[in-house]
């Protein structure tokens, strides 16, 4: 088969949508390298992808051959990328992150993955023009496809809810990868190099995402602090973000235990699995996600989790973790002193989630896919 992806993200982003793109890609390339595979993307810097770099040599990489194709990207992605796409005569097209261009051949078999409806559920976070453009974009993109794609049960559900002239069985779940390398045995000295470079402590919950409201870092914060004095552990938050951030730094001043609170902003990819793997145990109470990717990445990496009620967290989390919900900060602080005093717990949900998380490894996402796209 010759494949298309929409590769923007793949090449330009290095959050979420980016890693969810080169892992898929990735597994593809390693478990099905028979076939054809083309990438288009606005523009591409092979500086920033450098990790990536063995990949993209097994695969074509398409970009604008005019400048002004260059200098709007978005312009060219959604209406002009279509010409390319029927002139390579591919076989397949997926469009990774939640859009399909306009004026695809009949003859193309299209598939667009949605990873959450987030700016449906909680307008209040976006504004006017977003929600109005990414509602046409989702709306068009998942009328036109022949296969939706749904990260998780939630999705499917939200995509019924939100866009209710949507055929049930046009929708497949196909869940995200862990990146192999949360698989992969841990480099002892890269162990010992990545502790002394953060000041690892020898106990500590991990938090990582971006530092947002719907994050919900704030009121894990304040519920470590309710029990800090109870226990050596410390708490160490992994992410970017800008007001949000800084509410959470200026919490955990107000609160007093700056000597048990850290802030890393800049783990690279290929560190953060390492983080995982001399944590105690990874505390995520975000209140809506499209996945919760860092539960997964704390089952494969053998961490017991505690997450929140609702959402897709179940269904990422699985027997694996302890859900409380995120608003009940006195709750949150309950378990966390919980499975840090209790063994038993903790041992019994790292095995489950042990268990649970080999839907979730990158062979068996891939095999899932492939299925798919023979279909």
Same mark, same amino acid.
């Given at each position: ?10 090449? #330009? ?36 992808? #450098?990790?990536?770099?063995?990949? !993209? ?39 990774? %992150?939640?859009? !399909?261009?306009? &004026? $695809? ?35 068009? %993109? $998942? ?5 939706? #794609? ?13 866009? *209710? ?22 480099? *002892? ?10 000041? !690892? ?70 560190? !953060? ?12 109470? %975000? ?38 919900? *995120? ?25 489950? &989630? ?20 023979? %279909?």
């Amino acid at each position: 088969m010759k494949i298309g992806f929409d590769a923007k993200r793949a090449t #330009l982003n290095f959050r979420g949508l980016g890693n969810y793109s080169r892992t898929l890609i990735s597994g593809l390339v390693n478990y099905y390298p028979e076939h054809e595979y083309q990438l288009f993307s606005p523009h591409f810097n092979p500086d920033r992808i #450098l990790f990536w770099q063995e990949t !993209l040599k097994q695969c074509r990489v398409v970009t604008p051959t005019k400048n002004w194709g260059k200098a709007f990207d978005s312009v060219w992605r959604s209406l002009f990328l279509s010409q390319f796409i029927n002139q390579k005569k591919l076989d397949l097209y997926h469009g990774l %992150s939640h859009e !399909l261009p306009r &004026g $695809i051949d009949s003859s193309v078999r299209t598939f667009v993955t949605i990873h959450d409806l987030i700016f449906l559920r909680y307008p209040q976070y976006f504004s006017f023009i977003d929600r109005a453009v990414f509602y046409q974009k989702f709306k068009y %993109s $998942i009328e036109r496809a022949d296969v939706v #794609l749904a990260i998780c049960e939630q999705t499917k559900n939200d995509i019924l809810h939100f866009f *209710p002239g949507t055929k049930p069985e046009k929708i497949h779940i196909h869940y995200q990868a862990v990146h192999p390398s949360f698989e992969a045995e841990k480099n *002892p000295i890269m162990l010992e190099s990545i502790a002394n470079k953060y000041a !690892l402590p020898a106990d500590f919950i991990l938090n990582v995402g971006a530092f947002e409201t719907r994050k919900n870092q704030l009121h894990l914060i304040e519920a470590f602090a309710r029990e800090a004095s109870s226990h050596q552990h410390h708490l160490i938050l992994v992410g970017r973000g800008g007001a949000y951030l800084k509410s959470c730094q200026q919490k955990v001043s107000d609160l007093k235990i700056s000597d048990r609170v850290s802030f890393l902003d800049q783990v690279t990819a290929d560190e !953060l699995p390492y983080l995982y793997h001399q944590c105690s145990f990874v505390a995520f109470p %975000s209140i809506f996600e499209g996945f919760g990717l860092p539960i997964v990445e704390a089952h494969m990496s053998g961490k017991p989790v505690i997450s929140s009620t609702g959402s897709c967290f179940h269904e990422s989390g699985g027997d694996g973790a302890i859900y409380v919900d *995120p608003y009940d900060v006195e709750g949150l602080s309950r378990e966390i002193l919980n499975l840090i005093l209790n063994q038993d717990l903790y041992q019994n949900l790292k095995s489950n &989630g042990l268990r649970h998380v080999q839907k979730f490894t990158s062979k068996a996402s891939t095999q899932n896919l492939m299925s798919l796209y023979r %279909s």
